[in-house]
Each structure stands twice: as C-alpha cells, then as structure tokens.
C-alpha cells in the first residue's frame, strides 16, 4: 500500500511540477512577452557603405563599425568604391542571409525601388543613414538617419553674402561639386545657389564635380585656375576636394584663404588644421558619428516601436578662428 501511496504522491507531485513549469513558461511568456524582441536574440545588421572616398566616410565607417561591437550586434560591412551596383548587389546578399536589418548610405539618390521591394518583400526592414533617396514610397525605409544638406548649403551662402556685403565689383566663384546625382551633392549646390541668388556681384563661373575626393578635387580645381585668371571664391561640398583644391592653388603661387577665399564642408580633422592655418576660411560641419543613432534606431525597430521617418544630426559652422579653438577637441 505505501509503495502506491508513494507512487500516487509522486505522480501528483511530477503533475503538479509540470503544471507549474507551463505556468513558469506562460509567466516567462509575458515577461518574455514584455521583453523587447531586440533582447532575445544576437541581432544581424548588414550594412552597405558607399566607399573610403573620404575622411568624413572613414569617420563614418569607424562609428558604424564601433557602435554595432558596442550594441552587441552582428555586423555584415561592404565597401562599394562609390558603385551603385555593388550597393545593390550587397543588399542582395544581406536579403539572402536572412539578416534581421539592412542600412546603407545611397551612393546616388536615384535608383532604389527595386532592391528595396525585394528587402521589403523578404520582411527585411532597411534604416537608410547619411545620404536619401529619391523614391515616392517611403513605405520602403524605417527612417533616414542623416544631415540636412540644403541647410548646409545655405549656411555657406549666408557666411558668403555677409562677407562681401559692402563689396563693389564682381565676386567670382568656382565650385567643386560632390559625386554628381548624389544627396550632398544636389542639395548643397541648391542651399547655396538659394541663398546667394539675392546678390547679383555673386557669381559662380564654374561648377563641376570632384566626386567628393581630394585628388579630383585639386585636378578640377588646375582646370579652374588655367580657365579663369580671376577666381575669388572656392566653393567645396567637402573637405577632402577643398584640400585637393589648395595644393593646386598653392602650385599656382596664390595663397589659399588669401587670394581664394574657400568656403567647404565636413569639419574632419585636416579640414579643421588647414582652417586654424588660415587656408580655409569656413567650414560647415557635417556629422560622421551616426553609430548610435544607427544601433538605436535597429534596436526600436525589432522592438516594433515608432521611430521618426526623419532623424536630422545636430552639426554647427566654423571659422578659421573657431577652428583654431576647437581643433584640440575634435573626434575625427
Ligand atoms: C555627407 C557625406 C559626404 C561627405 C563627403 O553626409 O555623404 O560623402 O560630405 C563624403 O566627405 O564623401
């Protein structure tokens, strides 16, 4: 008899245990209800980037590549040598592994619907960073994660326009475009034109793109100096083509920041040391280190919370004075 009550008791109590492991698991479930998806498993992100064309890119690189380690997560990285193809043919690839996000900085604004059907198609979510798209349905991106070009381009045409404000005679601009149908590119070239449009001795005399590098930018800038023998202004939509630009000034014998007054964009490190010397006179900011916002904006959208469509980065403008200060306290 005791053997069975024993038994009986032990049957009830492995019941009992069962019963209260299915209630554990279902008190698990609503915790791990509760608990963000992003909590639950290693996250994958793929990233495509545009290249290395700059310092700005490789700062850029540098935040995505640490932030990722420091959030935790997996991270797929190309280099697509500033080729749309290879962009795509990147995103294909992170489609086929299955990650659980995709971000990618559009070397050219055009040209994204498709893979980003096929991304959308595969339940695969895409935060675009730095640079936009110019697709209608912007049902095909979480969020773009970036500066606003047009408002730096204003910045340079405002910083231009009070500088030459009681200035008689024609100020004649050159202007050293980034990689030609590109975000940057079109919309500080619109932000600028936008603002020195209401002064007529502003004239830009050429404007050709330096694909935001700096050995174009000081090849296109010895075509500038041999067509035109009075150039006041250098225009650059980034650093690295600015700096390009004043080796090529300087082997003409003109003194950069003097004779060419050079206006660029970006702030990275040899863009703020050829400032504090004088041989550029105002750089507009534009912020690299999108890492954070990036890890942050991959982990609110497994966790399925709402993010803005639009995350603008704070950024400032500097003169040769400014840079001079605040050139021991730059990251990148
Ligand atoms: C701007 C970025 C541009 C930089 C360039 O957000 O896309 O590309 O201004 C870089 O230096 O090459």
Redesign the pocket.
Known sequence: MKKHVRLGAAIMLSTMMLVAAACGNNANEGSKGSKPASADKKITLGFAQ??A?????TA?TNSVKESAAEAGFELKFSDAQQKQENQIKSIRSYIQQKVDVIAF?PVVESGWDTVLKEAKEAGIPVILT??AVDSKDDSLYETFI??D?VEEGRSAGKWLLEKYKDASGDVNIVELQ??TG???AID?KAGFEEIIKDDAKLKVIASQTGD??RAKGKEVMQSFLKANKDIDVLYA????MALGAIQAIEAAGLKPGEDIIIIS??G?KDGFVAASEGKINFIVE?N?LLGPQLMQAVRDVLDGKEIEKRIVTEEGVFTSEDAKRELPNRKY
């Open positions: 545009v290249g064309e700059s310092g700005w890119r850029n900085s730095d640079r970036g500066s070009f980034g990689t590109s975000a940057p500080r935001f590098t939509h980034n650093d690295d964009v970006d990275v534009c690299p």
